[in-house]
């Protein structure tokens, strides 16, 4: 099975993205992907939440400040940076300091490689993620999770593709599939690819990428036919580049915060939460990223994975 990765080369990227806007990172891997000049929101929506006493009292005695890693490279509402290069903001990284006010605890946030993330939340390294995690019964196993969002997985693919809407795996047969590296996408997308042999057709190549400006140019520049990815994701980019369509949403997933299996911080991460939609500020974070269709009317610890209807 043939696969594009950029994992070898995610490294070579870090220095750039550091000093790159939204915009860059559309074009950078490739002249067919078009600029965009929209600004990243800005609002600060974070800065004067107050400390909620209740919740800040369920986490365990001593603990005082935590690190968060986070995944960047992404286009809103995913991890990204500020036009002065420096400064991260994104979805996930507007609610884990949210978080960290409710809780009156000081937040140290970590770059780290979204498949790195996972792995070394159980030595310790961090002490959560927020990086737009999907919760899977298969992740559940070894993974503990505080849901804040309802996400999960769609597809995109060129305005002037053939493609109609994705309902079976199956439609995918003998076409080139985009997507992140270490995601539930590539996952899923590896767990069926026997479906297209089980209906004598060719199988899907899955093309796996580390960073969004190449996985929108192998698009935009026909080296795959069709983007799987978030739903928040699909719809900003596609709202942001010329020539791109939006297919349809595939399965629905609760996104939550990621801890080691067994922490003992996910009920103070639940009330915090929780506390933040009661209070008002939930819906004000989605409105900024433009994604109020991914509300959740309330936090849940590790729950089942959302079905396919």
């Known amino acids: 099975m043939r696969r594009t990765s950029v994992r070898a080369h995610a490294r070579h990227y870090a220095p750039f993205a550091l000093i790159t806007s939204v915009a860059l990172l559309l074009t950078a891997c490739g002249a067919d992907t078009p600029e965009t000049s929209d600004p990243v929101p800005a609002a600060d929506l974070v800065s004067k939440i107050a400390e909620d006493p209740a919740a800040a009292g369920l986490l365990p005695p001593d603990v005082d400040s935590l690190t968060v890693a986070v995944s960047v490279g992404g286009t809103p509402p ?28 000081r937040l140290e946030t970590q770059e ?41 997985q769609g597809f995109a693919t060129r305005a002037d593709s053939d493609l109609p809407k994705v309902t079976d795996l199956v439609q995918l047969c003998g076409l080139d599939v985009a997507t992140g590296a270490g995601t ?47 739903i928040n994701g699909l719809r900003y980019a596609v709202a942001h580049q010329e020539g791109l369509r939006f297919l349809n949403e595939y399965h629905r997933l609760d996104v939550g915060f990621a801890f080691k299996k067994g922490t003992k911080l996910a009920p103070a991460f639940q009330a915090a939460v929780n506390k933040l939609i009661e ?31």
């Not at 993330?117 to 002490?127: C, E, F, Q, R, W």
């Not at 996985?215 to 983007?227: A, I, M, N, T």
Request: hydrophobic share 35%.
């Open 184 to 230: 539930t996408f590539e996952a899923t997308l590896e767990e069926n690819r026997h479906l297209c042999a089980d209906a004598g057709e060719k199988p899907y190549e899955v093309q796996t990428y580390n960073e969004s400006g190449a996985l929108w140019s192998s698009l935009q520049q026909g080296r795959s036919d069709v983007v799987m990815s978030t």
């Open 279 to 309: 209070d008002g500020t939930y819906a004000r974070i989605l409105k900024k990223w433009g994604t109020t269709g991914s509300a959740i009317t309330r936090s849940e610890i590790s729950p089942p994975e959302l079905k396919t209807p």
């Open 112 to 152: 780290a490689s979204f498949e790195a993330i996972l792995p070394a939340l159980d030595s310790g390294k961090y002490d959560f993620g927020a990086s737009n995690f999907g919760v899977t019964d298969e992740r559940r196993r070894t993974i503990d999770f505080v849901t804040y969002i309802n996400d999960g």
């Open 78 to 105: 995913g991890t990204t940076y500020l036009d002065d290069g420096k400064t991260l903001t994104g979805q996930d990284v507007d609610f884990a300091r949210a978080v960290a006010k409710v809780l009156g605890i």
